[in-house]
């Protein structure tokens, strides 16, 4: 079955900068639509940036400028590139298909302290 696991995540000052992976096994990965979601504490899981099978990306407005969202075929790895990173920031993301697999990672917790 498909697994998902996020890594990357961590402790970060304001204005700080951190890369989050999302390794997936037991997909055919390279023609996957891939997305990174985030939720904040108390929150709903938000959309944050995906990137098609063949490199298109979308970003969305609350974090364009700041995140960008690349692929690894070889290594069946979706990354996130987040830098200028806000409190705001805080929450656990989550990477997935679109549409989704059937099941969901841990996350990876982002904690940005002012």
């Known amino acids: 079955q498909v697994q998902v696991v996020e890594s990357g995540g961590g402790l970060v000052q304001a204005g700080g900068s951190l890369r989050l992976s999302c390794v997936v096994s037991?997909?055919?990965?390279?023609?996957?639509?891939m997305a990174w979601y985030r939720q904040r504490p108390g929150g709903q899981r938000d959309f944050i940036a995906r990137i098609s099978s063949s490199g298109f990306r979308v970003i969305d407005a609350s974090v364009k400028g700041r995140f960008t969202v690349a692929r690894d075929n070889a290594v069946n790895t979706v990354y996130l590139q987040m830098s200028s990173l806000k409190p705001e920031d805080t929450a656990v993301y989550y990477c997935?298909?679109?549409?989704?697999?059937?099941?969901w990672g841990q996350g990876t917790q982002v904690t940005v302290s002012s």
């Open positions: 997935n298909r679109i549409p989704p697999y059937g099941t």
């Open positions: 037991g997909s055919i990965f390279s023609t996957d639509d």
